[in-house]
């Protein structure tokens, strides 16, 4: 083994080693890079790095995750999961479970408006989880429902994991939110009969909404309310992406489009202030600016890594695995998904994902189903311990009577469903490929 390729080895164990010490994964990323890269190849390596940089902050599709971000904060304001859980509880009927199936329909339309795990999971938790365990639901199974539903935002479109890999993985933006939209209902389905199925055989712990408050509601007054409640953010969500899938707008242009017509849903419901406008444009700051960083520090840390020739190692590495190209997939899903229990979504894109693509492409590997699979199981690092962020969410702001054990219990069903997921659009790539074949991209 060459002294480059024992460097981009420590390089690796220097990087897992500052993100295990907490450093910020910016950082970590740009001086491990730097660090490494500078024994290897003292200052040349890094006389391509203006350029490298200028080619991201120039990227005219980066304006998007802005845009997308202020459309899904605003969004957050108007209140959308609290009318709409409540309506889709009353149109559930007797059914058991219809309360929980209302949290996976609205994490379905909020992810598909703002595409925000941690928003989605607070709203869901604060206005959902103390009226859950107020009609007798599991506690167990209402932490799993809303964490799950709330990790939807990563995969349904307009997602910023799907334009980040259209970046890492050189492909279409609309292309992949084309490729997302059937994975993505494929989940939410997993996830609504899993809970029909546990409805039937434990019915104590998902109780109907009680007929005397259902018959309180004039069913002429409840499908009005349907139409109140479930219209805007639907028509906004076929607006922006319906434009990108039928061509008629790029990604910006649509997100742009979705975030004046967030303001338009927000200052209809009569919520939109100057207070609600500046917590936005704060938050919308804040998210932006933490994604371009990461963006602009992976530059270092690639640029190190391919110099310090850890490409040759990890096709050595492939080259070891039996089964040819499906060992190789199944070996980057399982890879990615150890990873989520330590690390964030962001790192094991720009990490883990760049790392291998070379080999899938050299094998001929569909790049959109493979970002679907990766897409997937991203998923799941938001719901395995011990760094789940959607578990992290959902504790900070659960009632006293809600334990950390109820939480972890709850979200392992859906973590299998996940999995099942992955298997399931494996085994069909087709789930990920139809729709863009379909519209001709």
Not at 392 to 414: D, K, N, Q, S
């Amino acid at each position: 083994m060459s002294g480059n390729e024992l460097l981009a080895i420590s390089l690796l164990i220097g990087f897992f080693g500052l993100l295990m010490l907490g450093v910020p994964v910016g950082i970590t990323l740009a001086a491990s890079g730097f660090f490494f890269g500078f024994l290897g190849f003292g200052e040349s390596l890094f006389n391509l790095l203006p350029a490298r940089i200028y080619g991201v902050v120039s990227n005219y599709q980066w304006l998007a995750i802005p845009l997308f971000v202020f459309m899904g904060v605003m969004l957050e304001k108007s209140r959308l999961a609290e009318d709409l859980l409540d309506v889709i509880g009353h149109l559930a009927g007797g059914l058991q479970g219809g309360m929980a199936l209302g949290i996976i329909l609205v994490g379905v339309l909020m992810g598909a408006t703002t595409g925000i795990v941690g928003a989605t999971v607070i709203t869901l938790g604060l206005l959902t989880l103390p009226t859950l365990l107020r009609r007798g639901y599991d506690p167990g199974i209402s932490c799993g429902a809303i964490c799950a539903s709330g990790t939807l935002g990563q995969i349904i479109p307009p997602s910023l994991v799907l334009i980040l890999l259209s970046d890492i993985m050189q492909l279409s933006v609309g292309t992949l939110f084309a490729a997302a939209v059937m994975p993505g209902l494929l989940l939410a389905g997993l996830y609504i009969l899993w809970i029909v199925f546990n409805g039937l055989v434990r019915p104590g712990t998902m109780p109907p909404v009680p007929r005397t408050e259902r018959e309180a509601l004039a069913r002429r007054e409840l499908w009005a309310r349907v139409f109140k409640v479930a219209l805007p953010p639907l028509a906004l969500v076929l607006a922006v992406l319906g434009s990108i899938i039928a061509g008629v707008a790029a990604p910006t242009e649509a997100a742009s489009m979705g975030a004046l017509g967030s303001i338009v849903v927000v200052a209809a419901a009569r919520r939109l202030t100057m207070q609600v406008l500046r917590e936005v444009m704060r938050s919308t700051l804040r998210t932006s600016a933490m994604v371009l960083f990461i963006l602009i520090c992976s530059q270092v840390f690639s640029l190190a890594f391919r110099g310090l020739q850890g490409e040759l190692l990890i096709e050595d590495l492939f080259k070891l695995l039996p089964g040819g190209t499906s060992t190789a997939v199944w070996f980057l899903m399982a890879l990615i998904f150890v990873l989520g229990f330590f690390i964030e979504w962001i790192e094991i894109s720009y990490i883990a994902v760049p790392l291998f693509l070379p080999i899938f492409a050299a094998a001929g590997v569909d790049m959109v189903w493979l970002a679907m699979l990766i897409t997937v199981n991203l998923q799941s690092s938001f719901l395995t311990p011990p760094f789940g962020w959607a578990l992290f969410f959902l504790r900070g702001v659960a009632p006293p009577e809600i334990t950390t054990r109820h939480i972890y219990t709850g979200i392992v069903p859906f973590v299998g469903l996940q999995l099942l997921g992955i298997v399931l659009v494996f085994l069909f790539p087709s789930i990920a490929t139809w729709l863009p074949k379909a519209i001709g991209w």
